[in-house]
């Protein structure tokens, strides 16, 4: 079993570890490309209190003074938290953009 992951983890850092990468990463996807096409931009942080194998996510936007704005929470299932805007110390310090690590891991070609 991986040891506990640390708290600047970022879904690329843990992606060795994942319990079902491609999946994982292409729901993550899908929730950060549904916020960028309502607010313009999209990020990820996730879960810390776990081995990284199945980590919860939180996908936020910036507002236009730079401040976080949750979009949501969820289960690595993709399924949202029920208290999906909680604050908590859960969260890792790092975020990330997801697409073009997503393109690099399914070595993604454009037509």
């Known amino acids: 079993m991986p040891p506990k992951i640390l708290p600047n983890s970022t879904v690329a850092s843990v992606w060795p570890h994942l319990a079902h990468p491609r999946q994982y990463v292409a729901g993550v996807r899908q929730r950060m490309m549904t916020c960028e096409k309502a607010h ?16 919860c996510y939180r996908i936020f936007h910036l507002s ?20 999906g805007d909680a604050v908590t110390l859960s969260w890792s310090s790092a975020s990330m ?15």
């Open 64 to 83: 236009g003074q730079n401040t976080e704005i949750v979009y949501g929470s969820y289960w690595d299932n993709h399924d949202p938290l029920d208290n």
């Open 97 to 111: 953009k997801i697409d073009a690590f997503l393109k690099e891991k399914i070595n993604w070609k454009a037509p």
């Open 40 to 55: 313009g931009n999209a990020h990820v942080r996730i879960g810390v209190t776990g081995t990284g194998q199945k980590p």
